[in-house]
Protein backbone atom coordinates (compact mmCIF):
# COMPACT_ATOMS: atom_id res chain seq x y z
CA UNK A 1 0.00 0.00 0.00
CA UNK A 2 1.11 3.16 -1.14
CA UNK A 3 1.19 5.95 2.31
CA UNK A 4 -1.55 8.84 2.13
CA UNK A 5 1.68 11.49 2.23
CA UNK A 6 3.64 10.29 -1.06
CA UNK A 7 0.24 10.15 -2.74
CA UNK A 8 -0.55 13.75 -1.35
CA UNK A 9 2.89 14.69 -2.27
CA UNK A 10 3.07 13.19 -6.08
CA UNK A 11 -0.27 14.74 -6.36
CA UNK A 12 1.03 18.13 -5.20
CA UNK A 13 4.06 17.93 -7.71
CA UNK A 14 1.72 17.28 -10.88
CA UNK A 15 -0.60 20.13 -9.65
CA UNK A 16 2.03 22.06 -10.01
CA UNK A 17 3.51 21.10 -13.27
CA UNK A 18 0.34 21.67 -14.69
CA UNK A 19 -0.15 25.11 -13.36
CA UNK A 20 3.15 25.77 -14.71
CA UNK A 21 2.30 24.35 -18.22
CA UNK A 22 -0.61 26.36 -18.34
CA UNK A 23 1.17 29.71 -17.61
CA UNK A 24 4.01 29.03 -19.87
CA UNK A 25 1.30 28.38 -22.99
CA UNK A 26 -0.01 31.70 -24.33
CA UNK A 27 -4.13 30.66 -26.21
CA UNK A 28 -2.49 29.67 -29.58
CA UNK A 29 -0.41 27.22 -27.82
CA UNK A 30 3.03 29.27 -28.11
CA UNK A 31 5.06 28.39 -25.11
CA UNK A 32 7.24 31.49 -24.32
CA UNK A 33 10.91 30.55 -23.35
CA UNK A 34 12.16 30.04 -19.61
CA UNK A 35 14.61 32.95 -20.69
CA UNK A 36 14.38 35.15 -23.27
CA UNK A 37 17.94 36.54 -24.74
CA UNK A 38 18.79 39.51 -24.35
CA UNK A 39 20.14 40.74 -27.65
CA UNK A 40 23.94 42.81 -28.15
CA UNK A 41 22.54 46.50 -29.55
CA UNK A 42 24.46 50.01 -29.95
CA UNK A 43 22.73 53.32 -29.59
CA UNK A 44 22.72 56.84 -30.17
CA UNK A 45 20.69 59.49 -29.67
CA UNK A 46 22.64 62.55 -31.05
CA UNK A 47 22.53 62.08 -34.91
CA UNK A 48 19.96 64.38 -35.86
CA UNK A 49 21.00 67.78 -36.27
CA UNK A 50 17.91 70.29 -35.82
CA UNK A 51 18.64 74.19 -36.81
CA UNK A 52 19.18 75.81 -33.76
CA UNK A 53 15.24 77.47 -32.96
CA UNK A 54 13.52 74.09 -33.25
CA UNK A 55 13.45 71.34 -30.89
CA UNK A 56 11.70 67.80 -30.65
CA UNK A 57 8.80 67.58 -28.04
CA UNK A 58 7.44 63.61 -27.41
CA UNK A 59 8.50 61.72 -30.46
CA UNK A 60 5.44 60.31 -31.24
CA UNK A 61 6.27 58.82 -35.04
CA UNK A 62 9.09 58.08 -36.56
CA UNK A 63 9.12 56.27 -39.97
CA UNK A 64 11.93 55.92 -42.76
CA UNK A 65 11.14 56.07 -46.40
CA UNK A 66 13.31 53.50 -49.69
CA UNK A 67 15.80 55.91 -49.63
CA UNK A 68 16.84 55.88 -46.15
CA UNK A 69 15.00 59.42 -44.86
CA UNK A 70 13.73 59.97 -41.61
CA UNK A 71 10.35 61.42 -40.71
CA UNK A 72 9.74 62.23 -37.00
CA UNK A 73 6.05 63.28 -35.97
CA UNK A 74 6.38 65.30 -32.60
CA UNK A 75 4.25 66.63 -30.37
CA UNK A 76 5.48 70.28 -29.98
CA UNK A 77 4.11 74.26 -30.24
CA UNK A 78 0.49 75.46 -28.37
CA UNK A 79 -1.95 73.21 -29.50
CA UNK A 80 -4.04 73.71 -26.76
CA UNK A 81 -5.73 76.09 -24.04
CA UNK A 82 -7.30 74.90 -20.85
CA UNK A 83 -10.33 76.24 -19.36
CA UNK A 84 -11.09 74.91 -16.06
CA UNK A 85 -10.83 70.46 -16.67
CA UNK A 86 -11.63 71.47 -20.05
CA UNK A 87 -8.95 71.85 -23.03
CA UNK A 88 -9.73 74.02 -26.83
CA UNK A 89 -7.98 72.62 -29.48
CA UNK A 90 -6.38 74.98 -32.17
CA UNK A 91 -3.76 74.06 -34.81
CA UNK A 92 -0.20 74.17 -35.04
CA UNK A 93 0.25 71.95 -32.06
CA UNK A 94 2.49 69.19 -33.95
CA UNK A 95 5.14 69.25 -36.04
CA UNK A 96 6.65 66.82 -39.09
CA UNK A 97 10.23 67.11 -40.08
CA UNK A 98 12.01 65.01 -42.59
CA UNK A 99 15.83 64.33 -42.13
CA UNK A 100 18.50 62.71 -44.39
CA UNK A 101 20.13 59.35 -43.80
CA UNK A 102 22.65 60.82 -41.96
CA UNK A 103 20.48 62.86 -39.76
CA UNK A 104 20.64 65.89 -41.27
CA UNK A 105 18.19 68.05 -40.81
CA UNK A 106 16.05 68.57 -44.69
CA UNK A 107 12.93 70.51 -43.99
CA UNK A 108 9.47 70.68 -42.02
CA UNK A 109 6.39 69.34 -44.04
CA UNK A 110 2.40 70.41 -43.26
CA UNK A 111 3.91 73.57 -41.25
CA UNK A 112 0.39 74.82 -39.96
CA UNK A 113 -1.85 72.29 -41.62
CA UNK A 114 -5.03 72.21 -40.05
CA UNK A 115 -4.87 68.32 -38.67
CA UNK A 116 -1.40 68.72 -36.62
CA UNK A 117 -3.13 68.60 -32.95
CA UNK A 118 -1.56 65.50 -31.41
CA UNK A 119 0.39 63.59 -32.65
CA UNK A 120 0.55 59.82 -32.39
CA UNK A 121 2.09 58.57 -35.49
CA UNK A 122 3.96 59.07 -38.92
CA UNK A 123 3.98 55.82 -41.47
CA UNK A 124 5.58 55.86 -44.98
CA UNK A 125 3.90 53.44 -47.57
CA UNK A 126 5.31 51.51 -50.35
CA UNK A 127 5.08 54.16 -52.76
CA UNK A 128 6.96 56.68 -50.18
CA UNK A 129 3.65 58.63 -49.64
CA UNK A 130 4.21 59.99 -45.40
CA UNK A 131 1.00 59.53 -43.61
CA UNK A 132 0.15 60.93 -40.19
CA UNK A 133 -2.30 59.97 -37.29
CA UNK A 134 -3.38 62.67 -35.57
CA UNK A 135 -5.46 61.91 -31.98
CA UNK A 136 -6.10 65.12 -31.32
CA UNK A 137 -7.79 66.17 -34.91
CA UNK A 138 -9.45 63.13 -35.43
CA UNK A 139 -7.60 62.74 -38.85
CA UNK A 140 -4.92 60.58 -41.08
CA UNK A 141 -3.60 62.58 -43.77
CA UNK A 142 -1.57 61.41 -46.86
CA UNK A 143 1.34 63.60 -48.19
CA UNK A 144 3.07 62.75 -51.07
CA UNK A 145 6.79 63.02 -51.07
CA UNK A 146 6.66 66.27 -52.40
CA UNK A 147 4.94 67.24 -49.13
CA UNK A 148 1.31 67.88 -50.88
CA UNK A 149 -1.57 66.65 -49.02
CA UNK A 150 -3.51 63.75 -51.36
CA UNK A 151 -5.87 62.37 -48.66
CA UNK A 152 -7.54 63.34 -45.44
CA UNK A 153 -9.57 60.55 -43.91
CA UNK A 154 -11.58 61.65 -40.60
CA UNK A 155 -12.69 64.90 -39.72
CA UNK A 156 -11.51 67.56 -36.76
CA UNK A 157 -14.01 67.75 -34.33
CA UNK A 158 -15.98 71.23 -34.00
CA UNK A 159 -18.35 73.06 -31.97
CA UNK A 160 -20.99 70.95 -33.41
CA UNK A 161 -23.13 67.94 -33.32
CA UNK A 162 -21.33 64.84 -35.61
CA UNK A 163 -23.27 62.49 -36.71
CA UNK A 164 -23.31 59.13 -34.68
CA UNK A 165 -23.79 55.72 -35.55
CA UNK A 166 -27.68 55.24 -35.80
CA UNK A 167 -29.29 53.23 -33.08
CA UNK A 168 -30.93 50.79 -35.76
CA UNK A 169 -28.01 50.26 -37.83
CA UNK A 170 -27.43 46.81 -39.24
CA UNK A 171 -25.28 44.25 -37.36
CA UNK A 172 -21.37 43.98 -39.03
CA UNK A 173 -20.42 40.69 -40.75
CA UNK A 174 -20.55 37.65 -38.28
CA UNK A 175 -17.25 37.82 -36.36
CA UNK A 176 -17.37 41.73 -36.66
CA UNK A 177 -17.92 43.79 -33.83
CA UNK A 178 -21.62 44.74 -34.32
CA UNK A 179 -22.93 48.53 -35.03
CA UNK A 180 -23.83 49.80 -31.63
CA UNK A 181 -21.73 47.75 -28.97
CA UNK A 182 -19.42 49.66 -26.98
CA UNK A 183 -16.50 50.54 -29.07
CA UNK A 184 -17.58 49.53 -32.43
CA UNK A 185 -17.46 53.27 -34.03
CA UNK A 186 -19.73 53.51 -36.94
CA UNK A 187 -19.15 52.61 -40.78
CA UNK A 188 -16.55 55.06 -42.15
CA UNK A 189 -13.87 57.36 -40.83
CA UNK A 190 -15.80 58.96 -38.06
CA UNK A 191 -12.44 58.23 -36.22
CA UNK A 192 -11.84 59.23 -31.94
CA UNK A 193 -8.54 59.79 -31.39
CA UNK A 194 -6.74 57.32 -33.58
CA UNK A 195 -3.86 55.94 -32.97
CA UNK A 196 -1.79 54.10 -36.24
CA UNK A 197 -2.34 53.09 -39.57
CA UNK A 198 -0.85 50.58 -42.11
CA UNK A 199 -1.24 49.37 -45.53
CA UNK A 200 -1.37 46.20 -47.39
CA UNK A 201 0.43 44.72 -51.00
CA UNK A 202 -2.66 45.95 -52.54
CA UNK A 203 -2.91 49.42 -51.10
CA UNK A 204 -5.60 48.64 -48.52
CA UNK A 205 -5.76 51.51 -45.54
CA UNK A 206 -5.78 50.08 -42.00
CA UNK A 207 -6.20 52.51 -39.37
CA UNK A 208 -6.73 51.26 -35.37
CA UNK A 209 -9.13 53.70 -34.22
CA UNK A 210 -9.23 53.33 -30.27
CA UNK A 211 -7.82 55.81 -27.84
CA UNK A 212 -10.68 57.36 -27.22
CA UNK A 213 -14.29 55.82 -27.57
CA UNK A 214 -13.93 53.69 -30.53
CA UNK A 215 -11.85 50.08 -30.21
CA UNK A 216 -11.78 48.73 -33.69
CA UNK A 217 -9.98 48.68 -36.83
CA UNK A 218 -11.51 50.56 -40.05
CA UNK A 219 -10.23 49.04 -43.52
CA UNK A 220 -9.99 51.54 -46.53
CA UNK A 221 -9.29 50.97 -50.12
CA UNK A 222 -6.58 53.00 -51.76
CA UNK A 223 -9.14 55.47 -52.61
CA UNK A 224 -9.92 56.07 -49.24
CA UNK A 225 -13.44 54.47 -49.93
CA UNK A 226 -14.46 52.29 -46.70
CA UNK A 227 -14.38 48.57 -46.92
CA UNK A 228 -15.19 47.38 -43.25
CA UNK A 229 -14.47 47.72 -39.85
CA UNK A 230 -13.83 44.65 -37.01
CA UNK A 231 -13.80 44.74 -33.08
CA UNK A 232 -15.42 46.57 -29.83
CA UNK A 233 -14.33 46.99 -26.60
CA UNK A 234 -13.64 43.99 -24.69
CA UNK A 235 -11.35 41.23 -23.71
CA UNK A 236 -12.91 38.42 -26.23
CA UNK A 237 -10.56 37.82 -29.12
CA UNK A 238 -11.18 40.19 -32.02
CA UNK A 239 -12.59 43.09 -29.26
CA UNK A 240 -9.59 45.52 -27.73
CA UNK A 241 -9.10 47.74 -24.88
CA UNK A 242 -7.01 50.12 -27.05
CA UNK A 243 -5.73 49.32 -29.84
CA UNK A 244 -2.50 51.19 -30.05
CA UNK A 245 -0.50 50.43 -32.87
CA UNK A 246 -1.18 48.01 -35.78
CA UNK A 247 1.03 46.50 -38.59
CA UNK A 248 0.73 44.86 -41.76
CA UNK A 249 3.27 41.84 -43.22
CA UNK A 250 3.68 40.93 -46.47
CA UNK A 251 0.66 38.09 -46.65
CA UNK A 252 -1.51 40.58 -45.54
CA UNK A 253 -1.86 39.81 -42.24
CA UNK A 254 -2.50 42.30 -39.20
CA UNK A 255 -1.03 42.68 -35.66
CA UNK A 256 -2.84 44.69 -33.51
CA UNK A 257 -0.81 45.93 -30.21
CA UNK A 258 -4.03 45.73 -27.97
CA UNK A 259 -2.39 47.55 -25.13
CA UNK A 260 -5.07 47.46 -23.04
CA UNK A 261 -5.56 43.36 -22.66
CA UNK A 262 -1.54 42.81 -23.17
CA UNK A 263 -2.06 41.26 -25.96
CA UNK A 264 -0.89 42.02 -29.54
CA UNK A 265 -3.84 40.38 -32.02
CA UNK A 266 -3.19 39.06 -35.50
CA UNK A 267 -5.72 38.67 -38.05
CA UNK A 268 -6.22 38.15 -41.79
CA UNK A 269 -7.53 41.36 -43.82
CA UNK A 270 -11.00 40.90 -43.72
CA UNK A 271 -10.54 40.81 -39.78
CA UNK A 272 -11.13 37.67 -39.13
CA UNK A 273 -9.36 36.57 -35.75
CA UNK A 274 -6.02 34.34 -36.45
CA UNK A 275 -4.34 34.31 -33.29
CA UNK A 276 -2.76 36.05 -30.57
CA UNK A 277 0.90 37.05 -28.80
CA UNK A 278 0.78 37.24 -24.99
CA UNK A 279 4.37 36.77 -23.99
CA UNK A 280 5.66 40.77 -24.79
CA UNK A 281 4.45 42.79 -21.47
CA UNK A 282 2.19 45.74 -22.27
CA UNK A 283 2.43 46.09 -26.43
CA UNK A 284 2.93 50.00 -27.08
CA UNK A 285 4.49 50.01 -30.67
CA UNK A 286 4.32 47.18 -33.37
CA UNK A 287 6.61 47.03 -36.36
CA UNK A 288 6.85 44.20 -39.49
CA UNK A 289 10.51 44.54 -41.09
CA UNK A 290 10.88 44.13 -44.92
CA UNK A 291 13.14 41.74 -46.69
CA UNK A 292 12.39 38.29 -47.49
CA UNK A 293 12.00 36.72 -44.04
CA UNK A 294 9.77 39.53 -41.58
CA UNK A 295 10.21 40.05 -38.11
CA UNK A 296 8.14 41.33 -35.82
CA UNK A 297 9.08 44.40 -33.76
CA UNK A 298 6.87 45.18 -30.20
CA UNK A 299 7.93 47.82 -27.44
CA UNK A 300 7.09 46.68 -24.09
CA UNK A 301 5.77 49.70 -22.13
CA UNK A 302 5.84 48.58 -18.49
CA UNK A 303 3.87 51.17 -16.32
CA UNK A 304 1.95 53.99 -17.81
CA UNK A 305 5.09 56.17 -17.43
CA UNK A 306 7.72 53.77 -18.64
CA UNK A 307 9.78 53.88 -15.61
CA UNK A 308 8.73 50.66 -13.80
CA UNK A 309 10.19 48.52 -16.76
CA UNK A 310 10.60 48.63 -20.57
CA UNK A 311 12.10 46.87 -23.34
CA UNK A 312 11.51 45.88 -27.05
CA UNK A 313 11.32 42.35 -28.40
CA UNK A 314 11.66 41.08 -31.81
CA UNK A 315 9.67 37.96 -32.68
CA UNK A 316 9.09 35.46 -35.19
CA UNK A 317 5.31 36.51 -37.31
CA UNK A 318 4.33 33.18 -35.31
CA UNK A 319 4.76 34.72 -32.38
CA UNK A 320 8.30 33.10 -31.33
CA UNK A 321 10.25 35.30 -29.38
CA UNK A 322 13.77 35.70 -31.02
CA UNK A 323 15.06 37.86 -28.12
CA UNK A 324 14.36 41.29 -26.20
CA UNK A 325 16.94 44.53 -25.69
CA UNK A 326 16.99 47.69 -23.41
CA UNK A 327 15.33 48.52 -20.35
CA UNK A 328 13.79 51.41 -18.39
CA UNK A 329 15.44 54.82 -18.01
CA UNK A 330 16.77 58.33 -19.35
CA UNK A 331 20.26 56.95 -20.29
CA UNK A 332 21.08 55.87 -23.78
CA UNK A 333 19.97 52.46 -24.17
CA UNK A 334 16.93 52.78 -22.08
CA UNK A 335 13.55 53.88 -23.25
CA UNK A 336 11.21 55.80 -21.88
CA UNK A 337 7.68 55.00 -23.85
CA UNK A 338 8.31 53.79 -27.13
CA UNK A 339 5.50 55.28 -29.00
CA UNK A 340 7.15 54.38 -32.78
CA UNK A 341 9.30 51.78 -34.03
CA UNK A 342 10.82 51.63 -37.80
CA UNK A 343 12.09 48.37 -38.37
CA UNK A 344 12.90 48.85 -42.34
CA UNK A 345 16.21 46.83 -42.23
CA UNK A 346 16.26 44.06 -39.42
CA UNK A 347 19.12 45.31 -37.08
CA UNK A 348 18.72 48.75 -37.91
CA UNK A 349 16.26 50.38 -35.96
CA UNK A 350 14.78 54.19 -35.14
CA UNK A 351 13.08 54.39 -31.59
CA UNK A 352 10.91 57.75 -30.87
CA UNK A 353 10.21 58.06 -27.18
CA UNK A 354 7.26 59.74 -25.90
CA UNK A 355 8.60 60.58 -22.58
CA UNK A 356 12.56 61.47 -23.45
CA UNK A 357 11.69 63.48 -25.84
CA UNK A 358 13.89 62.16 -28.19
CA UNK A 359 14.79 59.29 -31.28
CA UNK A 360 17.23 56.16 -30.99
CA UNK A 361 19.15 54.91 -33.29
CA UNK A 362 19.56 51.32 -32.49
CA UNK A 363 22.14 48.77 -34.16
CA UNK A 364 21.52 44.92 -33.02
CA UNK A 365 24.17 42.45 -33.01
CA UNK A 366 22.01 39.30 -32.48
CA UNK A 367 24.68 36.75 -33.05
CA UNK A 368 27.44 38.38 -30.37
CA UNK A 369 27.06 36.73 -27.03
CA UNK A 370 26.26 39.11 -24.30
Known sequence: MV????VFFRGVRWLCFGA?????LSSDGFQAPASIPE???????????LPADIYLGEVAGVATNSRGQLFVYTRTGNPTIAVGNSRLFSHGGSRLFEFDRSGGFVREIGQGVYAFLVAHAVRVDPQDNI?????????????????????????????????VPSSNASAAPPGRGSAGAPGAGGAGDQFTRPSDVAFDSEGNIFVADGHG???????????????????????????FNTPHSIAADAQGNVYVADQGNKRIQVFDGTGAFKSQ??????????????GAHQYLYSSHAGDQYGMDDAAIYKLELDGRVVGKFGSAGKQLKQFGLVNAIDCRTENNLYVGELTNWRVQKLTLHPSQPR
Do not use: H, Y
Not at 218 to 233: T, V
Not at 277 to 290: D, N
Open 277 to 290: ITSVGVPLAVCVGG
Open 20 to 24: LATTL
Open 39 to 49: IVFDASADFLK
Open 131 to 163: WIVDEGSNQVVKFNADGRVLMILGRKPEAVSIR
Open 3 to 6: PFSS
Open 213 to 239: ANARIAKFDRNGRFLLSWGSRGIETGQ
